[in-house]
C-alpha cells in the first residue's frame, strides 16, 4: 500500500500539480482502492480534524503581524541599529545580516518571510562593501533558518499540532532560544574569519550619537520579541494569545506610531495573510487524512520497525529523526514533512525515552537546514525568485553554512540540556 501510495503522488508532482492535491488526493485513492467500506464521510472528517486544533490560530496572526512589518520599516530600523554596531568592524555588515535574520526571525517565524524582508536590503549592502553575489545569497538563506528555532516559529507550531501527546508551543519556543543564538554566533564568527581572509573593506564606523539615533528607532521593534517571549515565559499569556499581541503591536507601530502603512492598506495585507494561511490550512488538513490513512495501515509500526528495529537507544532515534527530515526537507515544504514524519517517530522517540520538546528542536532544525539545502530547498527558490538570480548562482556558495549546521545539529543531539535548560 506504501508503495502505490508514494507512486500516486509521485505521478501528480510529475504532473506540476502543487503539493496540497497530492497529499489530499493519493490517500483517498489509496482507501477507496484498498477498502471500499471506508466512508467519504470519515474521511472528510479527517480533513477537518486536521484544522480544529486552536493552536492553529497562531498561524495566521503571527503571518499576519509579519506581513505588516515586512510591509513597514521594522526590518530596515533592525539593519541600521545592528549596522551601526558592528558594520564597521572587518566582516560587520555580514554579522549584520546574521543578526538581523536573528530578530526578523523572532518576529515573522518564517524563514520566506525573513529572506524577503531582509534579504532584499542586505543583500544591496554586501554587494556595496566588496561581497560576491552568490557568497551573499548563502549567507541571507541561511542566516533565514534562524526564523525556524527562533520563537514565534511556525514549524513548531506544526510540529505541536502533529506530535499531540500535550506537547507545549510554548515549551518549544522557549527551548528554541539558544539552539538558534548558537547558530548566530556560528554565522558570525565565519563571517569575521572569511571577511579577514577575503580582505573584505571596512565600512565606516558610525558615531555614538548616531548609535543612538539608530537604537531609539529600532526600540520598539525590539520589544516584540522580548513582549513574545516572555509574556510566555513568564505566563502573562498563552501562545495563542501573544499572536493576537502580536498582530495589535504590528499594528501599533506601523499604522499609529511610525505611520509607514496607510490604514486603508491593512486589508490587502490581510488579504495576503489569508491566502497564504488558506495553503497552510490545506496542507495541514491533507497530513491529517495522509497520517490517518498510514495509521490504519499500520505504516509507522512498519516503517519504525524497519528502520530502528524492536529497541533502539534515544541517540539512535534522534540520529535517524535527523536523517529522515533533512532530507525530506530538501525536496518538499517543511510544514508538509513535518506533518507526516512526525507522527511516524514520536512513539518510537517516546519509547526510547526522547523528551518530545527536544525532539520537536531536533525536528525544527533539520527542517530549517533541509529548507535551505539543494537541490529543493524552498528558500533557495525563495532568494532565487526575490533576487531574480539563476539557481547555480545562489547555492554556490551554501556548503560552509551546511556544514556549520550539520555540525550544530549533532551538537543539538548529543546535548539535550541545550533545548531544555530554559525550561526544566
Not at 537541490?375 to 556544514?403: H, L, M, Q, R
Amino acid at each position: 500500500m506504501l508503495t502505490t501510495l508514494i507512486t500516486i503522488m509521485v505521478i501528480f508532482l510529475l504532473l506540476n500539480f502543487p503539493m496540497m492535491i497530492p497529499l489530499i488526493l493519493g490517500p483517498l485513492i489509496i482507501m477507496l482502492v484498498y477498502n471500499s467500506t471506508v466512508s467519504m464521510d470519515l474521511l472528510m472528517k479527517q480533513l477537518l480534524t486536521g484544522i480544529e486544533s486552536p493552536v492553529l490560530l497562531c498561524v495566521p496572526l503571527f503571518i499576519f503581524a509579519a506581513d505588516i512589518m515586512t510591509a513597514g520599516k521594522t526590518s530596515e530600523r533592525l539593519l541600521d541599529f545592528v549596522g551601526s554596531f558592528v558594520g564597521h568592524i572587518r566582516g560587520g555588515y555580514a554579522v549584520t545580516t546574521a543578526a538581523s535574520c536573528t530578530m526578523f526571525g523572532a518576529i515573522s517565524g518564517s524563514t520566506q518571510a525573513t529572506v524577503v524582508a531582509i534579504g532584499r536590503p542586505m543583500r544591496e549592502r554586501l554587494l556595496k562593501v566588496g561581497y560576491k553575489d552568490s557568497s551573499a545569497m548563502a549567507l541571507i538563506i541561511n542566516s533565514s533558518d534562524v526564523a525556524l528555532l527562533i520563537p514565534p516559529s511556525i514549524g513548531m507550531i506544526i510540529y505541536a499540532l502533529a506530535a499531540g501527546s500535550g506537547v507545549s508551543v510554548g515549551d518549544l519556543f522557549i527551548a528554541g532560544i539558544i539552539p538558534g543564538i548558537i547558530v548566530f554566533l556560528a554565522f558570525a564568527t565565519y563571517s569575521i574569519v572569511y571577511a579577514k581572509i577575503k580582505d573584505i573593506p571596512l565600512a565606516p564606523k558610525a558615531s555614538w550619537s548616531e548609535r543612538f539615533v539608530h537604537f531609539r528607532k529600532a526600540l520598539l521593534p525590539l520589544g516584540f520579541p522580548i513582549l513574545i517571549v516572555g509574556g510566555i515565559y513568564q505566563g502573562w499569556f498563552t501562545p495563542v494569545e501573544a499572536s493576537g499581541i502580536s498582530v495589535l503591536y504590528a499594528l501599533i507601530l506601523e499604522v499609529l506610531i511610525y505611520r509607514t502603512i496607510p490604514i486603508k492598506k491593512i486589508p490587502s495585507i490581510a488579504l495576503s495573510t489569508g491566502l497564504v494561511t488558506s495553503a497552510v490550512f490545506i496542507l495541514v488538513a491533507g497530513g491529517q487524512l495522509f497520517t490517518w490513512v498510514l495509521g490504519y495501515a499500520q505504516i509507522p509500526q512498519q516503517i519504525t520497525e524497519a528502520v530502528l528495529g524492536s529497541d533502539p537507544s534515544a541517540l539512535y532515534v534522534l540520529i535517524i529523526v535527523s536523517i529522515f527530515f533533512f532530507v525530506g526537507c530538501m525536496f518538499v515544504d517543511p510544514i508538509v514533512v513535518i506533518l507526516i514524519l512526525t507522527p511516524i517517530f514520536v512513539p518510537a522517540a517516546e519509547a526510547a525515552g526522547v523528551d518530545l520538546i527536544h525532539l520537536g528542536i531536533i525536528v525544527t532544525f533539520q527542517a530549517a537546514l533541509g529548507s535551505a539545502t539543494p537541490p529543493f530547498g524552498v528558500d533557495i527558490f525563495t532568494a532565487s525568485a526575490v533576487f531574480k538570480k539563476p539557481y547555480f548562482e545562489v547555492i554556490k556558495s551554501t556548503p560552509p553554512y551546511i556544514i556549520m549546521l550539520l555540525a550544530i545539529g549533532a551538537l543539538l543531539i548529543v546535548v539535550p540540556d541545550l533545548s531544555l535548560i530554559l525550561i526544566d
